[in-house]
């Protein structure tokens, strides 16, 4: 009754997108709004949270590599501690800013993660090009949260970061099990599926 | 009549913010039903039969919408009204 892999990966981007969503409107409306109800203010982090604690299993039952298990592994870890650290602020026990760096540590031990633990080349599968593409995403992108914690009033920085989560989601919902990508799909990859 | 620009500008970032907060849910609604006209196989209660459990339960265009819905119904509205209120 497992699902395929391509399932969990659709749905842990309706999470992302979800985030990215409420990240936006929170970049719109700033801070001090989106914290006005105290709901929305737990909401995201503990979107992030939750993700993170669904990963592990995740790891447990989809992973058939050691690479592919610590990948998964460290994921779950970055997208908890950065949920929890924004918890912890926004409940008050955390008072640094600094807590903030948690989230582009996230992202940079994620995208880290992605390129590491892809084998195979860009155009290998589409698995592959994702794994590759996803990784440089969040790479790249921790550089948004990163600003956002010494300029945490730009909108720019904010907005970024949400952005670059609804890009993930995209790419997450892009991935299909074994299937080709701009016409490439290596003869050892597998059958292709639907 | 300074006074009154002041007004003007605040009145007019308030509507650009509540017209985006209030876009975001319909522009993601909008983006799954794109997907699912342009990938119509993606949509298995179009064609149920011999379907197995979670191709049934997972169809991504739905759970785009799906997401743009509650985003529309359970976020934005609380949103706006605080958004107001703030500027106001």
Redesign the interface.
Known sequence: ?E??AQ?VH??F??GF??LG??L??KA??GE???N??AW?AY?WPSLLFAMGVLMWPVMVFFTNSTIHMLAHGSWAQVMMLAGAAELGLVRGKLHSPYWRLTMPLALSVSGTALLIHEQNGWLFARSAFLHHALGWTALVGAIFPLAAVFRPRSPVWSSGLALVLVVVAVML?SDRDVAPIFGHLSPVAGEQH? | MSTQLVTERAALRRSV?TL??SA??PL?MAGGVAWAFLQP?RITLLHPHGQG??WLV?E?PL??V??GV??ALL??P??IA??EE?ER
Request: glycine share 6%.
């Open positions: 009754m699902p395929p399932f659709w749905m981007a309706t997108l979800l969503l409420c936006l409107a719109f409306v001090e709004v989106w006005r109800r929305r909401l919902y639907r | 913010r985006a907060i975001l849910g993601t196989y459990f979670w997972i991504p759970l785009v799906l997401v509650g985003f976020v934005a609380g949103l605080d958004v703030a």
